[in-house]
């Protein structure tokens, strides 16, 4: 009862916080994550552990538990013990005050703290205490000031701990906690500033708070240990003596870690709360989470870039560009993979080649590195492969939502995966204030473009009566609306010169593709079309617009997101609106007819192109990661974001 009363207090506080809205919409991304529709994706997070789910496990798998309620309660705890003892299995350790209002409590399952032979309300005495009386029990502490949870939310972190990882290296749960502010979803090292952040729902709310998260810290009220990992942790007693509770356990987390048994934020799970308390980083704790080296035994900052695929792709091409560079400039990079070494790209660092994600991860935990994610799948990967060595960074290239439009789950995956941890890096304003609207606040570097590819050719005769276009049918590039405004155009339309994978995008006689060319073959056509033409719905940078100024080619193209920084409309380039085929089918036809407009789009595009080579831009991405390498090196906070 006052469980559910605590439910209902909070449930009103966040409904008159967000409004009927965004509170219905809310709830109902979190009944959907929560739902039997989860998934589980190929770096190990799953949404797949439901309530209904843990109960039939915990019908068949159930471990008995041993639940400390430290302090002084003034909930019906008896009513809150007759329910909880039978249910959970459970063992009770309470004070001599909590203990006298437990009628109906047998003496067996009951221990007094501070009486003989029974601890006092500290982990060290506990620890020793069920090592001696309840080696076979797991552990629940709870604040017995707090409204005390129900059996289920219980039952949902004891499968968590045992069914969530299927090499069984989670050891220890902590919920969320639901506030009359919102919820809390465990908590973050915020390395930007050297210290401990809640993580709360941000201003955009995409159900990421009930995506399952691994933390690095946790408060005592709600945390559950596995027997096992109670055993098994490496935390030696003098290392506790003297500190509170919660500190006890931010000590735990810390060793557990350093045996790679992971503590887990099973978020779904949460639980009402009438206040909270922020952990803090402390003494050695601060120092494990804060300095790290990222050198390798000659001195050289080693970078290491986790990719899922190395197929013909922008984003990995910029990869690839970025392990070049910083190799040329004196890192010692390379790259780890679920494929092997590219043949379509002169990639001049080693590529190590995984069979899945979590052999990667095995061999990864043990590098001193800057490791950085490059797909938000491989974000988990590199975050579990930085907590003990190394130094997690989070190339950013799109906000990685858009690429799920009808999958709700998978967006809020994609969303959780963005966490402060990380010291993070994208290449365009619009990718700056998306992650900012969720809680991150990134470095901003461009992408760029190989000068040597890409660029006028003297002897280049452009066709008067030719358009060139990406032809791709990948629903962000609405490649549709391009063709559509070149068709409705009929027998005035101008050859159609198009490249990529896709040979049979579009069946038309006038239609000129060329199957997966190279640099040089790309580059001939942006000089030898009268227009290039770029109709994205989203880009999360678009760098062809920026190949093809670099080489002269005027661009038509619209608000794609990602390349606002650089297109500017009526100067170096013509932006028409999204859908709009009559506006494209005009514009075409008006630069067409003007070869004076043409030549002036393009001289401005040329001045845009010649600020974003790939040589000013490494040069600053060398500078970011050298900051990064000193910080690490002295504990600091990462290097001040740069937004120029």
């Given at each position: 009862?006052?469980?559910?009363?605590?439910?209902?207090?909070?449930?009103?506080?966040?409904?008159?916080?967000?409004?009927?809205?965004?509170?219905?919409?809310?709830?109902?991304?979190?009944?959907?994550?929560?739902?039997?529709?989860?998934?589980?994706?190929?770096?190990?997070?799953?949404?797949?552990?439901?309530?209904?789910?843990?109960?039939?496990?915990?019908?068949?798998?159930?471990?008995?538990?041993?639940?400390?309620?430290?302090?002084?309660?003034?909930?019906?705890?008896?009513?809150?013990?007759?329910?909880?003892?039978?249910?959970?299995?459970?063992?009770?350790?309470?004070?001599?005050?909590?203990?006298?209002?437990?009628?109906?409590?047998?003496?067996?399952?009951?221990?007094?703290?501070?009486?003989?032979?029974?601890?006092?309300?500290?982990?060290?005495?506990?620890?020793?205490?069920?090592?001696?009386?309840?080696?076979?029990?797991?552990?629940?502490?709870?604040?017995?000031?707090?409204?005390?949870?129900?059996?289920?939310?219980?039952?949902?972190?004891?499968?968590?701990?045992?069914?969530?990882?299927?090499?069984?290296?989670?050891?220890?749960?902590?919920?969320?906690?639901?506030?009359?502010?919102?919820?809390?979803?465990?908590?973050?090292?915020?390395?930007?500033?050297?210290?401990?952040?809640?993580?709360?729902?941000?201003?955009?709310?995409?159900?990421?708070?009930?995506?399952?998260?691994?933390?690095?810290?946790?408060?005592?009220?709600?945390?559950?240990?596995?027997?096992?990992?109670?055993?098994?942790?490496?935390?030696?007693?003098?290392?506790?003596?003297?500190?509170?509770?919660?500190?006890?356990?931010?000590?735990?987390?810390?060793?557990?870690?350093?045996?790679?048994?992971?503590?887990?934020?099973?978020?779904?799970?949460?639980?009402?709360?009438?206040?909270?308390?922020?952990?803090q980083l402390f003494g050695e704790?601060?120092?494990?989470?804060?300095?790290?080296?990222?050198?390798?035994?000659?001195?050289?900052?080693?970078?290491?870039?986790?990719?899922?695929?190395?197929?013909?792709?922008?984003?990995?091409?910029?990869?690839?560009?970025?392990?070049?560079?910083?190799?040329?400039?004196?890192?010692?990079?390379?790259?780890?993979?679920l494929q092997d070494h590219p043949?379509?790209?002169?990639?001049?660092?080693?590529?190590?080649?995984?069979?899945?994600?979590?052999?990667?991860?095995?061999?990864?935990?043990?590098?001193?590195?800057?490791?950085?994610?490059?797909?938000?799948?491989?974000?988990?990967?590199?975050?579990?492969?930085?907590?003990?060595?190394?130094?997690?960074?989070?190339?950013?290239?799109?906000?990685?939502?858009?690429?799920?439009?009808?999958?709700?789950?998978?967006?809020?995956?994609?969303?959780?995966?963005?966490?402060?941890?990380?010291?993070?890096?994208?290449?365009?304003?619009?990718?700056?204030?998306?992650?900012?609207?969720?809680?991150?606040?990134?470095?901003?570097?461009?992408?760029?473009?190989?000068?040597?590819?890409?660029?006028?050719?003297?002897?280049?005769?452009?066709?008067?009566?030719?358009?060139?276009?990406?032809?791709?049918?990948?629903?962000?590039?609405?490649?549709?609306?391009?063709?559509?405004?070149?068709?409705?155009?009929?027998?005035?339309?101008?050859?159609?010169?198009?490249?990529?994978?896709?040979?049979?995008?579009?069946?038309?006689?006038?239609?000129?593709?060329?199957?997966?060319?190279?640099?040089?073959q790309v580059n001939a056509l942006?000089?030898?079309?009268?227009?290039?033409?770029?109709?994205?719905?989203?880009?999360?940078?678009?760098?062809?617009?920026?190949?093809?100024?670099?080489?002269?080619?005027?661009?038509?193209?619209?608000?794609?997101?990602?390349?606002?920084?650089?297109?500017?409309?009526?100067?170096?380039?013509?932006?028409?609106?999204?859908?709009?085929?009559?506006?494209?089918?005009?514009?075409?036809?008006?630069?067409?007819?003007?070869?004076?407009?043409?030549?002036?789009?393009?001289?401005?595009?040329?001045?845009?192109?010649?600020?974003?080579?790939?040589?000013?831009?490494?040069?600053?991405?060398?500078?970011?990661?050298?900051?990064?390498?000193?910080?690490?090196?002295?504990?600091?906070?990462?290097?001040?974001?740069?937004?120029?």
């Amino acid at each position: 009862m006052v469980e559910g009363l605590a439910r209902l207090l909070g449930a009103g506080a966040m409904f008159l916080r967000l409004g009927p809205r965004r509170y219905l919409r809310r709830r109902r991304s979190i009944q959907e994550i929560r739902g039997r529709r989860g998934a589980t994706f190929a770096n190990g997070v799953t949404t797949r552990l439901t309530s209904s789910g843990a109960q039939a496990w915990h019908r068949v798998h159930w471990r008995p538990i041993t639940i400390v309620l430290a302090g002084e309660t003034s909930d019906d705890v008896a009513a809150w013990a007759r329910l909880a003892v039978p249910e959970l299995h459970a063992h009770l350790l309470v004070s001599p005050s909590t203990a006298a209002r437990l009628k109906g409590i047998e003496a067996d399952d009951l221990t007094i703290a501070g009486t003989e032979d029974a601890p006092s309300f500290d982990l060290v005495e506990i620890r020793r205490w069920m090592l001696r009386k309840r080696r076979n029990h797991d552990l629940l502490l709870l604040d017995a000031s707090q409204p005390l949870p129900d059996t289920g939310a219980v039952i949902e972190m004891q499968c968590a701990a045992y069914d969530y990882h299927h090499a069984g290296e989670v050891g220890c749960v902590t919920p969320s906690y639901r506030t009359a502010d919102g919820i809390i979803s465990g908590y973050d090292v915020d390395r930007a500033v050297g210290e401990i952040a809640p993580a709360r729902t941000p201003s955009a709310d995409y159900g990421q708070s009930a995506i399952p998260r691994y933390v690095l810290t946790a408060g005592y009220h709600g945390f559950f240990v596995r027997g096992r990992a109670l055993d098994r942790v490496d935390a030696a007693d003098r290392e506790l003596v003297g500190l509170d509770l919660d500190r006890q356990v931010a000590h735990f987390i810390r060793r557990a870690w350093a045996g790679n048994i992971r503590t887990l934020c099973f978020s779904s799970t949460e639980l009402p709360v009438s206040r909270t308390s922020l952990p803090q980083l402390f003494g050695e704790q601060r120092a494990w989470a804060m300095q790290r080296t990222v050198t390798n035994a000659e001195g050289e900052t080693r970078v290491v870039f986790v990719l899922n695929a190395t197929s013909v792709s922008g984003g990995i091409r910029a990869v690839f560009e970025l392990a070049n560079g910083l190799s040329e400039r004196g890192f010692d990079v390379d790259i780890w993979s679920l494929q092997d070494h590219p043949t379509w790209f002169d990639l001049r660092v080693p590529v190590r080649t995984f069979y899945s994600y979590e052999d990667l991860l095995l061999a990864l935990r043990s590098v001193d590195a800057i490791k950085v994610a490059t797909w938000w799948e491989t974000a988990e990967i590199v975050w579990l492969a930085s907590v003990n060595h190394g130094l997690p960074a989070y190339l950013i290239q799109e906000f990685e939502t858009w690429f799920y439009p009808d999958d709700e789950v998978a967006r809020a995956a994609v969303v959780a995966s963005y966490r402060r941890e990380f010291a993070s890096i994208t290449e365009a304003s619009y990718q700056v204030g998306e992650l900012e609207s969720v809680g991150v606040t990134p470095t901003l570097i461009p992408h760029g473009y190989d000068p040597t590819a890409f660029h006028v050719i003297p002897d280049a005769t452009r066709r008067d009566d030719a358009i060139l276009a990406l032809g791709r049918s990948f629903f962000q590039k609405n490649f549709a609306m391009t063709a559509r405004a070149w068709q409705s155009l009929g027998d005035e339309r101008p050859t159609f010169l198009l490249f990529g994978g896709e040979p049979d995008i579009l069946d038309d006689p006038r239609v000129e593709y060329s199957v997966r060319p190279t640099d040089a073959q790309v580059n001939a056509l942006y000089n030898s079309a009268a227009l290039f033409v770029q109709t994205s719905r989203h880009e999360g940078f678009c760098l062809p617009i920026l190949e093809a100024m670099a080489a002269g080619c005027p661009v038509i193209t619209t608000d794609s997101h990602g390349n606002r920084d650089f297109c500017v409309d009526g100067v170096n380039c013509v932006i028409v609106p999204q859908d709009d085929d009559v506006a494209l089918a005009d514009t075409i036809t008006r630069l067409m007819r003007d070869p004076e407009e043409r030549e002036r789009l393009s001289a401005n595009g040329l001045r845009t192109a010649a600020d974003y080579t790939w040589p000013i831009v490494l040069d600053r991405v060398g500078a970011f990661y050298r900051q990064l390498t000193a910080s690490a090196a002295q504990g600091a906070p990462h290097p001040s974001n740069d937004r120029s």
